[in-house]
T-cell receptor
Framework: DAEITQSPRHKITETGRQVTLACHQT?????MFWYRQDLGHGLRLIHY???????NKGEVSDGYSVSRSNTEDLPLTLESAASSQTSVYFCASSARGFTDTQYFGPGTRLTVL | GIQVEQSPPDLILQEGANSTLRCNFS?????LQWFHQNPWGQLINLFYIPSGTKQNGRLSATTVATERYSLLYISSSQTTDSGVYFC?????????????FGKGTHLIIQP
């Protein structure tokens, strides 16, 4: 069965370190998204991609970057982790853009000390 | 950007009860999804419903796009229905891409 996976599922890091969260989908979807979930804010869009070599900023993109070198993967990088980036991160994908059903991965819980 | 409001924020019911969750949004949408976030944090798609009515077992949803609201109905609640229910919308007409989420309804079903 097609699926979307994230790794690691839990990560503890220190302020200032670079961190990369992986997202891999086997749906063969062109569109991939990264969200963060925080108490009191719900889920907010960080970055998204509509295809290979395409990346776009979302609502809360500062301090994050993504790159899309193939259809299956959209890694999220925190260039210099800050305590404010402690959150749960969700990756999602869809077949036909933002007007289509988005399927979510299991999430990565990141703690920045 | 588009605003999404869900009500009620919290709901406690006995097993077997019915419930209605509401999602209001401030602008036209071309995507609306309902999710259930289970106690393990997984976001589970319930419905993709930018307009109209759908049913899946004990759950059904209705979106009245012209009046900018959607309703999620849960009938004969079970303890496994507990969790947080999110409404998420995609804004029509060139708004921010991706989904804008409401803050959710926290549902507790007591045995």
């Amino acid at each position: 069965d097609a699926e979307i996976t994230q790794s690691p599922r839990h990560k503890i890091t220190e302020t200032g370190r670079q961190v990369t969260l992986a997202c891999h989908q086997t749906w063969n979807h062109n569109n991939m998204f990264w969200y963060r979930q925080d108490l009191g804010h719900g889920l907010r869009l960080i970055h998204y991609s509509y295809g290979v070599h395409d990346t776009n900023k979302g609502e809360v993109s500062d301090g994050y970057s993504v790159s899309r070198s193939n259809t299956e993967d959209l890694p999220l990088t925190l260039e210099s982790a800050a305590s404010s980036q402690t959150s749960v991160y969700f990756c999602a994908s869809s077949a036909r853009g933002f007007t289509d059903t988005q399927y979510f991965g299991p999430g990565t819980r990141l703690t920045v000390l | 950007g588009i605003q999404v409001e869900q009500s009620p924020p919290d709901l406690i019911l006995q097993e077997g009860a019915n419930s209605t969750l509401r999602c209001n949004f401030s602008d036209s949408v071309n995507n609306l999804q309902w999710f259930h976030q289970n106690p393990w944090g997984q976001l589970i798609n319930l419905f993709y419903i930018p307009s109209g009515t759908k049913q899946n077992g004990r759950l059904s949803a209705t979106t009245v796009a012209t009046e900018r609201y959607s309703l999620l109905y849960i009938s004969s609640s079970q303890t496994t229905d507990s969790g947080v229910y999110f409404c998420a919308v995609g804004e029509a007409g060139g708004g921010a891409d991706g989904l804008t989420f409401g803050k959710g309804t926290h549902l507790i079903i007591q045995p």
